[in-house]
Nanobody, 124 residues
Framework: QVQLVESGGGLVQAGGSLRLSCAASGRTFSSYAMGWFRQVPGKEREFVAAISGSGGTVSYADSVKGRFTISRNNAKNTVFLQMNSLKPEDTAVYYC?????????????????WGQGTQVTVSS
């Protein structure tokens, strides 16, 4: 059974940084893409960043390009999201996800497994 556990969320001032981690278990980690998504109450979940199984391909939402960096350590079954220059509009619950099938990295409907989420709050 695939399990994803996020950590690293918290409260930070605008301009600050946070590093989210997502530990995966239950299958061969390096074979599958991983994504980060976020959701604000009352709004749809939105794509943040994603990375292919090998780490050779990454994709970012326009809103986070140049500020966020996704990476993975396949030896430790962990994916990271380094978030710099945080803005109040980055406040959300952040989820990591993985999938069994191919598809566009930014398409949330192609992801089969989701973590429980971690809250990120950026104060102005």
């Amino acid at each position: 059974q695939v399990q994803l556990v996020e950590s690293g969320g918290g409260l930070v001032q605008a301009g600050g940084s946070l590093r989210l981690s997502c530990a995966a278990s239950g299958r061969t980690f390096s074979s599958y893409a991983m994504g980060w998504f976020r959701q604000v109450p009352g709004k749809e979940r939105e794509f943040v960043a994603a990375i292919s199984g090998s780490g050779g391909t990454v994709s970012y939402a326009d809103s986070v390009k140049g500020r966020f960096t996704i990476s993975r350590n396949n030896a430790k079954n962990t994916v990271f999201l380094q978030m710099n220059s945080l803005k109040p509009e980055d406040t959300a619950v952040y989820y990591c996800a993985t999938r069994d099938k191919m598809g566009l990295l930014f398409d949330s409907t192609t992801y089969d497994y989701w973590g429980q989420g971690t809250q990120v709050t950026v104060s102005s």
